[in-house]
Antibody, heavy 127, light 107 residues
């Protein structure tokens, strides 16, 4: 069974940076991290889900896509040798306060869906 | 961006009931629609992908249908663990968007 564990959350002042990590395990279940696109979703307190962005696997150039609300401030990267995905968050704003979830992103004929979720890590942006 | 609108935003039902949740897209998205369940205090869980395909391990009382702009999630014979919030999500383009969520509460 694939498991994802997010880490790196915490309290940060507006304008500062934070890097979240998502570590995958369970490769003996047939899951190959390097073949999987990885995705981030966030949820502000008491609110719904908001997609943040994703990174394709290296076969697709490890290219990235981002929501408009984070473009230019957030960067997703990956370390396939250690099965870790990262979310680098710069110029943080109070409205970035949320639980951040890492997910795998699978597809059927490019119909993408978020099939495995981590438990999330909390980011609070406040002075 | 493609806007996803769910209805209702909340509903109450009893164990054993059948409920339907609707999701409407602001433009045609073919069958690029997924459904997730989020129980209180937990991470979301994939239920349905590609509008009508049941994710492995998800009970068969859950079903999805629709294409184009209108989609439904149906839960037959509600069980206590089904009282949760449900979200639809489109992947027609790579700027994914979620619906605002439908909270299903016990009557």
């Amino acid at each position: 069974e694939v498991q994802l564990v997010e880490s790196g959350g915490g309290l940060v002042q507006p304008g500062r940076s934070l890097r979240l990590s998502c570590t995958a395990s369970g490769t003996d279940s047939g899951f190959t991290f390097s073949d999987s696109a990885m995705n981030w979703v966030r949820q502000a307190p008491g609110k719904g889900l908001e997609w943040v962005g994703f990174i394709r696997d290296k076969a697709f150039g490890a290219t990235t896509e981002y929501a408009a609300s984070v473009t230019g401030r957030f960067t997703i990267s990956r370390d396939d040798s250690n099965a870790i995905a990262y979310l680098q968050m710069n110029s943080l704003k109070p409205e970035d306060t949320a639980v951040y979830y890492c997910t795998t992103l699978s597809d059927v004929y490019y119909n993408y869906f978020m099939d495995v979720w981590g438990k999330g890590t909390t980011v609070t942006v406040s002075s | 961006d493609i806007q996803m609108t769910q209805s209702p935003s909340s509903l109450s039902a009893s164990v054993g009931d059948r409920v339907t949740i609707t999701c409407r897209a602001s433009q045609s998205i073919a069958n690029y629609l997924n459904w997730y369940q989020q129980q209180a205090g937990k991470a979301p869980k994939l239920l349905i992908y590609a509008a009508s395909s049941l994710e492995s391990g998800v009970p068969s009382r859950f079903s999805g249908s629709g294409s184009g702009t209108d989609f439904t999630l149906t839960i037959n014979s509600l069980q206590p663990e089904d009282f949760a919030t449900y979200y639809c999500q489109q992947s027609y383009n790579t700027l994914f968007t979620f619906g605002q969520g439908t909270r299903l509460a016990i009557k």
